[in-house]
């Protein structure tokens, strides 16, 4: 049976570009007959999917929608908002974005896919209702049928690798260290793997690639993994084993700039290189590699470099976030971290099942776990796995660089029902049990 696509508005009323795209998938293609609510839910209701252009799509739609098995598409951007996105996630509806630089390359693989995705077409479709994907550009394809190999399971092999794992590709992680996210807590590592593993995903750790060799149009993956050979297939490769700066035939020895072994541009406090007239900052410093540090590096060094500011770098409590679902972010030094620095500590696990918001939300993969200095109780690192994580992390954040302690923390008043408060019960479990406080509970 043919899918049937409603499309809810358009500028062209000839809807050329969509026909061309999804006809040759077997599906009708029809422009609503108005727009209004009750009209829109009607027309929903015998259809496969709704294609949203330009025009707001209220909340009693999408609900409408869900109910009756359509799938709402977001056809040019949320940016536009033209859907109610958290509504359309909370009720498990597909919500994506094709933004206008791109139409003309991905346009027509995201349409096709899409529908590929509401109907079951070409295969499994299992987890497309995480919602508010990016499409990348001309990449995305029958994926369904397709398995990926993914070498390096930190953020960006993570982030990249269960956005194809839920648009139906057959997706195996490689990393050469003993845990995915080696970078992060054990414990955030686990509950990400544990989430990758049950919605498909293989992962292979402490596995070191050894060659790749063509096998037709697949290619066949060696690597050794606790000392046994073995091998991998996978259509595609994604390699995410990291970065390092390209600073080889600059000529900076000519310029008196020194570099360590991985040419990265070596600099003091305040970003001067050995050079004393010459700045470094962002990606080609030792410093972490997230754009956020690149653009407060940039005008720190320009400030030092023109106006003789004399700021130096402050990275006590710099947040990162693994934007996976659930996302996993961090504040400041692991538990690891922490010792490797000197520091006594004190650590607390709190299970996503004892935060209010999480239960709600009826997802509670995931955790918060705090690492304090175990004579002054000054807190130094959290960690959040959680939906909201990467908002959430801000709150840890500020704590750390105000020098809070972990009572102080406890003690802070915290709205219920949000992800922060998960970092305020955490805190609480240094002392108390939260299972007996009621809710709230000061």
């Given at each position: 049976?043919?899918?049937k696509v409603?499309v809810?508005?358009?500028?062209f009323?000839?809807l050329?570009?969509?026909?061309?795209v999804?006809?040759?998938?077997?599906?009708?293609?029809v422009?609503?007959e108005?727009t209004g609510?009750?009209?829109?839910?009607e027309?929903?209701?015998?259809?496969?999917a709704?294609l949203?252009?330009f025009?707001?799509?209220?909340?009693?739609?999408?609900?409408a929608?869900?109910?009756g098995g359509?799938?709402v598409i977001?056809?040019?951007g949320?940016?536009?908002?033209?859907?109610?996105?958290?509504?359309?996630t909370?009720?498990?509806?597909?919500?994506t974005y094709?933004?206008?630089?791109?139409?003309?390359?991905?346009?027509?693989?995201?349409?096709?896919?899409?529908?590929a995705?509401?109907?079951?077409?070409?295969?499994?479709?299992r987890?497309?209702?995480?919602?508010?994907?990016?499409v990348?550009h001309?990449v995305?394809?029958?994926?369904?049928?397709r398995?990926?190999?993914?070498?390096?399971a930190?953020?960006?092999?993570?982030e990249?690798?269960?956005?194809?794992l839920?648009?139906?590709?057959?997706?195996?992680?490689?990393?050469?260290?003993?845990?995915?996210a080696?970078f992060?807590?054990?414990?955030?590592?686990?509950a990400?793997?544990?989430?990758?593993?049950a919605?498909?995903?293989?992962?292979?750790?402490a596995a070191?690639?050894?060659g790749?060799?063509?096998?037709?149009?697949?290619r066949?993956?060696r690597?050794?993994?606790?000392?046994?050979?073995?091998?991998?297939?996978?259509d595609e490769?994604?390699?995410?084993t990291?970065r390092?700066p390209?600073t080889a035939?600059?000529?900076?020895d000519?310029?008196g700039?020194a570099v360590?072994?991985?040419?990265t541009?070596?600099v003091?406090?305040?970003?001067?290189t050995?050079?004393?007239?010459v700045?470094?900052?962002?990606?080609?410093?030792?410093s972490?590699?997230?754009?956020?540090?690149?653009?407060?590096?940039g005008?720190?060094a320009?400030d030092?470099?023109?106006?003789?500011?004399?700021r130096t770098?402050?990275d006590?409590?710099?947040p990162?976030?693994?934007?996976?679902?659930?996302?996993?972010?961090?504040?400041?030094p692991?538990?690891?971290?922490a010792?490797a620095?000197?520091?006594?500590?004190?650590?607390?696990?709190?299970p996503?099942?004892?935060?209010?918001?999480?239960?709600?939300?009826?997802d509670?993969?995931?955790l918060?776990?705090?690492v304090?200095?175990?004579a002054?109780?000054r807190?130094?690192?959290?960690?959040?796995?959680g939906d909201g994580?990467?908002?959430?992390i801000q709150t840890?954040?500020?704590?750390?660089?105000?020098?809070?302690t972990t009572?102080?923390?406890?003690?802070?008043?915290?709205?219920?029902?949000?992800?922060?408060e998960?970092?305020?019960?955490?805190?609480q479990t240094?002392?108390?049990?939260?299972?007996?406080?009621s809710?709230?509970a000061?």
């Amino acid at each position: 049976m043919a899918a049937k696509v409603l499309v809810t508005d358009h500028v062209f009323a000839d809807l050329d570009t969509e026909r061309a795209v999804l006809e040759p998938h077997g599906a009708e293609v029809v422009l609503a007959e108005g727009t209004g609510e009750a009209e829109l839910i009607e027309q929903a209701s015998d259809c496969d999917a709704m294609l949203v252009c330009f025009a707001k799509v209220p909340e009693s739609v999408v609900a409408a929608a869900a109910e009756g098995g359509c799938r709402v598409i977001s056809r040019y951007g949320i940016g536009y908002d033209n859907i109610d996105v958290e509504a359309a996630t909370s009720r498990g509806l597909l919500v994506t974005y094709v933004p206008d630089y791109c139409l003309d390359e991905v346009a027509d693989h995201a349409m096709a896919l899409l529908l590929a995705l509401a109907r079951n077409v070409v295969g499994s479709a299992r987890d497309v209702a995480a919602g508010g994907w990016q499409v990348p550009h001309g990449v995305v394809r029958r994926l369904s049928e397709r398995r990926l190999a993914v070498i390096g399971a930190s953020a960006v092999g993570l982030e990249l690798g269960q956005f194809f794992l839920h648009v139906g590709a057959q997706v195996t992680f490689l990393d050469v260290a003993d845990r995915i996210a080696p970078f992060e807590e054990p414990e955030a590592s686990a509950a990400l793997a544990q989430v990758l593993t049950a919605q498909g995903a293989t992962i292979h750790t402490a596995a070191q690639v050894l060659g790749v060799e063509r096998d037709g149009e697949a290619r066949r993956l060696r690597i050794r993994v606790g000392g046994t050979q073995r091998s991998v297939e996978a259509d595609e490769l994604l390699v995410a084993t990291g970065r390092r700066p390209n600073t080889a035939g600059l000529g900076l020895d000519a310029a008196g700039i020194a570099v360590d072994q991985r040419g990265t541009v070596v600099v003091d406090p305040q970003l001067r290189t050995s050079n004393p007239r010459v700045w470094a900052a962002g990606d080609v410093t030792p410093s972490p590699q997230f754009v956020y540090v690149a653009a407060a590096q940039g005008a720190l060094a320009a400030d030092n470099a023109l106006g003789g500011a004399g700021r130096t770098v402050d990275d006590a409590g710099l947040p990162r976030v693994t934007f996976t679902s659930p996302q996993l972010a961090g504040a400041g030094p692991t538990e690891a971290q922490a010792r490797a620095a000197g520091h006594q500590v004190r650590t607390t696990v709190l299970p996503l099942g004892a935060v209010p918001r999480a239960l709600v939300n009826r997802d509670t993969r995931g955790l918060v776990k705090l690492v304090a200095d175990a004579a002054s109780g000054r807190l130094l690192g959290a960690t959040i796995v959680g939906d909201g994580a990467g908002d959430a992390i801000q709150t840890a954040v500020l704590a750390i660089r105000a020098g809070m302690t972990t009572a102080e923390l406890a003690a802070t008043v915290h709205p219920y029902l949000t992800m922060a408060e998960g970092l305020k019960l955490a805190a609480q479990t240094f002392t108390r049990d939260v299972d007996r406080l009621s809710c709230c509970a000061p």
